[in-house]
């Protein structure tokens, strides 16, 4: 069983970045399949972005897409979410989430498909 736990959160200006990372331990990170979720106050939720096992494949949101980057480095276990031109709107807490059981090339953009899940990082973007 793997555990996740999230870093990097904080306040940041709107236009601003910020990178968030997720360190894993107790498994074995490179058979996991990765994402990024958020979830607002009093909203559901949502999904951000995934990337497959070897990180050769990625998945964005629309409300994301050309602003974040998700990546991960095998080597120490962790993944990655780049954040820039921050808006408002991407105020929430970000949890990464683990899946098991998958396929080389492939991502997953729903969260009732991941297993494990970090306790979650607060972003503030301030306008």
């Known amino acids: 069983q793997v555990q996740l736990v999230e870093s990097g959160g904080g306040l940041v200006q709107a236009g601003g970045s910020l990178r968030v990372s997720c360190a894993a331990s107790?498994?074995?990170?490179?058979?996991?399949?990765m994402g990024w979720f958020r979830q607002a106050l009093g909203k559901e939720r949502e999904f951000v972005a995934a990337?497959?096992?070897?990180?050769?494949?990625?998945y964005y949101a629309d409300s994301v897409k050309g602003r974040f980057t998700i990546s991960r480095d095998n080597a120490k276990n962790t993944v990655y979410l780049q954040m820039n031109s921050l808006k408002p709107e991407d105020t929430a807490v970000y949890y990464c989430?683990?899946?098991?059981?998958?396929?080389?090339?492939?991502?997953?953009?729903?969260?009732?498909?991941?297993?494990?899940w970090g306790q979650g990082t607060q972003v503030t973007v301030s306008s």
């Open positions: 107790g498994g074995t990170f490179s058979s996991y399949a």
């Open positions: 990337i497959s096992l070897s990180g050769g494949r990625t």
């Open positions: 989430a683990a899946k098991s059981r998958v396929q080389l090339n492939v991502v997953y953009a729903t969260r009732y498909e991941y297993d494990y």
